[in-house]
């Protein structure tokens, strides 16, 4: 059974930064691309950013340019490094394995219970 556990969330002014970490149990690592999704109030959750296992990344045209996802595989770790964070960045962020990356891609495995990051002055 694979699990997540993110961390690193919190309450940030605009323009603030915080770095997200993913744990994840079971062999995926070297199997899956990775993956951060996040979900605000009353919209549907979204892929933000991945990371391959040959570490090519891709963002969402949101994100481009503040956002930094990366990967320890010896760690089973992912995590996202964002900075210049704005209110509308404000929303519970998700990891999980990414299947079907490069055609159509989805959560490969349940979720774990995420991380809030709020940005308000």
């Known amino acids: 059974q694979v699990q997540f556990v993110e961390s690193g969330g919190g309450l940030v002014q605009p323009g603030g930064s915080l770095r997200l970490s993913c744990a994840a149990s079971?062999?995926?690592?070297?199997?899956?691309?990775m993956g951060w999704y996040r979900q605000a109030p009353g919209k549907q959750r979204e892929l933000v950013a991945g990371?391959?296992?040959?570490?090519?990344?891709n963002y969402t045209d949101s994100v481009k340019g503040r956002f930094t996802i990366s990967r320890d595989n010896a760690k089973n770790t992912v995590y996202l490094q964002m900075n210049s964070l704005q209110p509308e960045d404000t929303a519970v962020y998700y990891c999980?394995?990414?299947?079907?990356?490069?055609?159509?891609?989805?959560?490969?495995?349940?979720w774990g219970q995420g991380t809030q990051v709020t940005v308000s002055s």
């Open positions: 999980n394995a990414v299947g079907g990356y490069y055609r159509d891609p989805y959560p490969a495995f349940s």
């Open positions: 990371v391959t296992n040959g570490r090519s990344t």
């Open positions: 079971g062999s995926i690592f070297g199997i899956f691309a």
